[in-house]
């Protein structure tokens, strides 16, 4: 089977048991000899990591393919909790390219994932009719009874269909963009593609968890389901339109760099006295 543009090893799984007629489920247990219930990881981690010959050998396609399909550890947001050993958390999807194509893709599982680079939509973790979840996968008395793949496009909690997004701030699908090109291995403006990536998983986690950063990305898109991502995608545009040094940015959300890269701590708020190259605006 051809893996398509993208995808996931998890998404690649619930295509060949669409082939055979079958759940992901009974499919993983009878060809890849996985019980889903019983598996405590995550499903598009670990079959391209752990079980890569088998699911290669399944598809019928070289080893290689399958091993390509794997997602950088450092920038995955994983479905699979450890504290309560069950699948937690909701999937990101784009209904657009769902629509168009129904399988997962790579960038959505991954921290920089908030809009599609390719329909300008906001991304989705909950159905807009219930503002339930969208779970990865669904558990009932301990067995895995639904991936969210086979349920698509019905909401799994309210069975309403679901087929619409908001638009995303154009510098977001700018940043995504990018985003894509970088995980792909290609260089960014100075940057190489892993030290782009780098700096954008620092500043989204400072505009994530940091309180004065958090109430910053509030007042920069107050109207987004992705404040934290709009404000670093404004951030990350003007320092590669500035073609300001990385410590620079850094040093601009307080993050540490090597002590010889000499920089002043600078406060990033749009109505402050900081230098325009690093004004989120």
Not at 26 to 51: G, N, V
Not at 148 to 174: F, G, K, Q, V, Y
Not at 247 to 253: D, K, M, P, Q, R
Not at 262 to 278: F, G, N
Request: contains cysteine; charged residues 20%; glycine residues 4%.
């Amino acid at each position: 089977m051809r893996i398509l543009p993208d995808e996931t090893a998890g998404s690649l799984a619930f295509r060949l048991a669409q082939s055979r007629q079958q759940s992901v489920a009974f499919y993983c247990r009878e060809h890849l000899d996985l019980d889903l219930a019983k598996a405590r990881s995550d499903l598009d981690r670990r079959l391209p990591s752990q079980l890569s010959a088998a699911l290669a050998h399944s598809a019928e396609t070289p080893l290689r393919a399958v091993q390509n399909l794997r997602i950088p550890h450092e920038h995955l947001v994983s479905v699979w909790n450890r504290g309560s050993l069950r699948y937690s958390g909701s999937i990101r999807a784009c209904p657009q390219c769902l629509a168009e194509h129904r399988y997962g893709r790579r960038f959505w599982r991954t921290c920089f994932a908030a809009a599609c680079p390719d329909h300008g939509l906001e991304l989705l973790t909950k159905c807009p009719h219930c503002k339930s979840d969208l779970p990865y996968f669904g558990e009932m008395a301990g067995i895995v009874n639904q991936f969210w793949l086979e349920s698509w496009p019905t909401c799994p909690t309210c069975l309403h269909l679901i087929e619409h997004a908001d638009p995303a701030d154009r510098a977001l699908i700018a940043i995504s963009r990018r985003w894509t090109s970088a995980l792909a291995g290609r260089p960014q403006r100075e940057y190489s593609a892993r030290g782009f990536l780098r700096l954008s998983a620092a500043i989204l986690s400072r505009f994530a968890t940091v309180d004065r950063y958090q109430r910053l990305s509030q007042l920069v898109a107050p109207s987004s389901n992705w404040p934290h991502h709009v404000a670093t995608a404004l951030l990350l545009r003007t320092l590669l339109g500035a073609h300001t040094p990385v410590n620079v940015g850094y040093a601009a959300l307080g993050v540490d760099f090597q002590p010889d890269q000499v920089a002043k701590e600078i406060v990033v708020c749009p109505r402050t006295s900081a230098p325009a190259s690093l004004r989120p605006v």
